[in-house]
């Protein structure tokens, strides 16, 4: 089991400028989870955002961040960022890290919420015009 709490959102950003959320885990076994970042607006769904490849260190992102966000992860310190850059207003939401012990493929990319077994408590983040 994992226990997820994330950090680094809370305040007002304006467009343009560069924020980066971290997410502390627990356990032992971190680096076996798949990590992935998801957020959510109010009166929308939670929306994938980034993710890793489980084997290997290839990422993924959503259409709507490739290009201008980051995700890493540090295993030794059981740790996974986000880089956020050229914040947009439409990138104001809740974000979630998230961790998945599921099995799918080696190759596969967890864009899917369900996959996940485990979500932090969430950091808002809230981009001005």
């Known amino acids: 089991q994992v226990q997820l709490v994330e950090s680094g959102g809370g305040g007002l950003v304006q467009a343009g400028d560069s924020l980066r959320l971290s997410c502390a885990a627990s356990?032992?076994?971190?680096?076996?989870?798949?990590m992935g970042w998801f957020r959510q607006a109010p009166g929308k769904e939670r929306e994938f955002v980034a993710t890793f490849r489980r084997s290997g260190s290839s990422t993924y992102y959503a259409n709507s961040v490739n290009g201008r966000f980051t995700i890493s992860r540090d295993n030794a310190k059981n740790m996974v960022y986000l880089q956020m850059n050229s914040l947009k207003p439409e990138d104001t939401a809740k974000y979630y890290c998230?961790?998945?012990?599921?099995?799918?493929?080696?190759?596969?990319?967890?864009?899917?919420?369900?996959?996940?077994?485990?979500w932090g408590q969430g950091t808002q983040v809230t981009v001005s015009s």
């Open positions: 356990g032992r076994t971190f680096s076996s989870y798949v």
């Open positions: 998230a961790a998945s012990s599921r099995y799918v493929s080696d190759t596969y990319y967890y864009t899917d919420r369900f996959l996940y077994d485990y």
